[in-house]
């Protein structure tokens, strides 16, 4: 009677080995969650800003470009908003869900709003100033005719001003 010589099982190297080799590339595919988290969560923010710049240009045409005056009214220097996002409003602008206006002592600041998403991941200050003279490159050299209005849009608005990232929109407008 032969005896058989090969066995048909892995002895315990052998499947240590393939557990390891597992274990390392598992732990390498483990290791690129947390950067596309953040990366999608990044994109997901500019989305929204994007979003929200946009239905703030029309909030502006609506409610203070039609009237010169709002705008000229405007401060022509950048307002602070170190730390405006602590003295939020606490009820939201009609039309606008999630924007609020900032309070200053003794009551509203118009040109510094607040703007959060609805379930909170996104929160952004939104300053607003004039240039003070008649928009350069206008036909008009009155400067009651013309204004170049800046919006700046800084996120995430609990972080130090430093610390944001930023978008500056620049509007000229025009006295009808």
Partial sequence: MKKNLFRSGFNLIEVTMAIAIVGIGIAGVMALFPPAIEANKAANNQNYIGTVSDSFLGYLEGNFLHNFVAIK??????????????????????????????KKSGGFESNIFAVESADGSVNALIAMWQSGAAAPDSY????????????????????????????LYVYDVFNE
């Fill in 73 to 102: 009214n405007l401060p022509s220097s950048k307002p602070d908003t170190a730390e405006s996002w602590k003295n939020k409003a606490d009820s939201a602008i009609s039309g606008f869900p999630g924007l609020y206006q900032i």
């Fill in 140 to 167: 008009s050299s009155d400067a009651n005719d013309s204004r170049r209005v800046y919006i700046e849009v800084s996120w995430p608005a609990a972080q130090p001003y430093d610390s944001r990232q930023k978008k």
